[in-house]
């Protein structure tokens, strides 16, 4: 699902693009846009440099650690796409501001409305990739919430037990009788 809304919002930007801006005016938006997918770029290498999560991992449940690592491996292989596609965009918008405008303008209509179309779409896609992935990066925050709940629950109860225990030890062995009650009796 995710998927086909990214893809209906990379070509519906494409198209956008294409119809309404025409590339003499893209110009003027490559060094923000540059600026913007470099600053993208730059958060995913400082995310890929994060790994796995400093947990204690033996006292977490094993299927909800396979979860959650499964769900970090995952997230990490978007991180790859997200550079490359980022890093295409990138070389596309530096290749079109070493070209130029006046050089552009020389261009037959189609492939300027193409070439404007490919920018919006690729700037387009690399957007939407970057909100999913931040969106991955909440959900696996969550799982590990979870987890870390589940385990600081899974050591106080076992702590709660073990007192319990020594106490009950302490009771049976400190010899205590049962004391026969005798009924009360009749003032007078």
Do not use: C
Not at 27 to 35: E, G, H, N, S
Not at 91 to 119: K, N
């Amino acid at each position: 699902m995710v998927r086909v809304l990214t893809i209906a919002v990379t070509l519906l930007a494409a198209a956008m693009f294409a119809w309404a801006v025409p590339l003499a005016r893209l110009f003027d938006a490559f060094q923000p846009l540059i600026v913007a997918l470099s600053i993208m770029i730059a958060a995913v290498f400082v995310r890929l440099n994060r790994g796995m999560p400093t947990l204690e991992w033996k006292s977490l449940n094993p299927d909800r650690r396979k979860d959650l690592t499964a769900a970090i491996v995952s997230v990490t292989t978007e991180y790859g796409w997200i550079i490359g596609i980022n890093a295409v965009a990138l070389a596309g918008l530096v290749s079109l501001s070493v070209i130029g405008t006046s050089d552009a303008a020389t261009w037959p209509e189609g492939i300027r409305r193409g070439v404007a179309g490919a920018a919006g779409g690729l700037v387009a896609l690399s957007a939407a990739r970057m909100a999913y992935v931040v969106w991955r990066d909440i959900d696996i925050v969550r799982l590990q919430k979870r987890l870390v709940d589940e385990a600081a629950s899974h050591e106080s109860e076992e702590r709660e037990r073990t007192l319990a225990a020594e106490r009950l030890a302490n009771i049976r062995s400190s010899n205590i009788r049962p004391v026969e009650i005798k009924p009360p009796k009749a003032w007078g």
